[in-house]
C-alpha cells in the first residue's frame, strides 16, 4: 500500500509544474495579444497623427502662400494709387499749362485784332494825294516760283498797269457780273479784314493754272449779322473765267466774321503768274 502513495506524490507535483506552465503560457500568449493590439493602436494614432501633422503642414504652406498674394496684391495696389495720384498731378499740372496757354492765345488773338483793326483804320485813312506814287503805278507783287492767289488791297478798277505781255488766256466769255447793291452798309476789306474770324483763300484751280489764265476781280459778300456767317458771295467784277470767279465764290462764302460787326464787303480777288502783271 506504501507504495501507490509514493507514486502519486511523486505525480503530482509534475501536473502542477505542467499546470503552472500551461498557465503561464496561456498568460504569455494573452499578454502577447494585447500588446500586439496596442502596438497596433498606436500605430494607427501614430499615422493620424503624421496625417494631421502634414495636413496641418499644408494649410500652413497655403496660409503663407495666401498671405504673399495678399501682400503682392497690396504693393500692386498701392503702385497703383501711386500712379494714379501721380497721373492726377501731371493731368492738374497739364490742365494749368493749358489754361494758361489759351489765356496767353487769346491775349495774342486779342493783340492781333488790334493791330489788325489799327492797320485797318489806317489803310483808308491814307489819302491818294499824300502818296502819288500808288495811283500812277499799280502794287508790284514779288516774283515767285509758282502761282499765287492774294487779295488786293484796293478795288481792282482802281489800278492803271502799264500794257503788259498778253498771257495766254483760255477763250471763255467773261461773265457778267451782277449789279452790286450800292448801300453804304458795304465795308471794304482794309477796314473788314480786321473783324474776320476765319480768312481761307480762293484755290487756284489746276487747269487754269496749267494754262496761265490769270485774273482780277471783286468779289460782293453778304454776311448775316447776327452770326457772322456769309449767307451770300457773288463777283462784283468778273475775273475773266467762269472756274477762277467759282473758286473765289467757294472761298469766300467759308469766311466768318465777328458777330454784329459787319453786313456786307467787297473784297478784290487777284489771280496771277510769274511773269503776268494785270
Avoid at 496767353?104 to 491814307?126: C, H, T, W, Y
Avoid at 457780273?177 to 453804304?184: I, M, V
Avoid at 453778304?222 to 468778273?238: H, K, Y
Wanted: glycine fraction near 4%.
Amino acid at each position: 500500500m506504501l507504495r501507490p502513495k509514493s507514486r502519486v506524490s511523486a505525480v503530482t507535483p509534475k501536473i502542477i509544474l505542467l499546470l503552472l506552465s500551461y498557465l503561464f503560457l496561456v498568460s504569455a500568449a494573452i499578454f502577447g495579444l494585447v500588446g500586439s493590439y496596442r502596438v497596433d493602436v498606436l500605430r494607427t494614432d501614430l499615422a493620424k497623427a503624421n496625417a494631421a501633422r502634414d495636413a496641418a503642414e499644408h494649410r500652413e504652406t497655403e496660409f503663407k502662400t495666401r498671405e504673399a498674394a495678399v501682400a503682392g496684391a497690396e504693393a500692386k495696389i498701392a503702385e497703383a494709387e501711386n500712379k494714379a495720384t501721380k497721373a492726377q498731378t501731371e493731368l492738374l499740372t497739364l490742365q494749368n499749362e493749358k489754361a494758361e496757354l489759351e489765356s496767353k492765345l487769346d491775349a495774342s488773338r486779342n493783340e492781333i485784332a488790334a493791330l489788325q483793326k489799327r492797320v485797318g483804320e489806317a489803310g483808308p485813312a491814307a489819302s491818294p494825294s499824300q502818296n502819288p506814287d500808288a495811283v500812277s503805278k499799280p502794287k508790284q507783287q514779288p516774283i515767285t516760283s509758282g502761282p499765287s492767289v492774294e487779295i488786293a488791297q484796293g478795288p481792282a478798277e482802281e489800278a492803271t498797269p502799264p500794257p503788259p505781255p498778253q498771257p495766254k488766256r483760255r477763250k471763255t466769255a467773261p461773265r457778267k457780273a451782277p449789279e452790286a447793291a450800292s448801300t453804304p452798309e458795304i465795308t471794304s476789306y482794309s477796314s473788314a479784314k480786321a473783324l474776320a474770324t476765319f480768312t481761307p483763300l480762293p484755290r487756284y484751280p489746276a487747269r487754269e493754272r496749267s494754262d496761265s489764265v490769270t485774273g482780277i476781280g471783286v468779289c460782293i459778300l453778304s454776311v448775316d449779322p447776327a452770326s457772322g456767317r456769309v449767307s451770300a458771295a457773288s463777283m462784283e467784277q468778273s475775273t475773266g473765267d467762269s472756274t477762277l470767279d467759282k473758286s473765289a465764290v467757294n472761298a469766300f462764302r467759308k469766311w466768318r466774321f465777328k458777330p454784329g460787326t459787319v453786313s456786307k464787303v467787297r473784297i478784290p480777288i487777284e489771280f496771277s503768274m510769274p511773269g503776268a502783271s494785270h
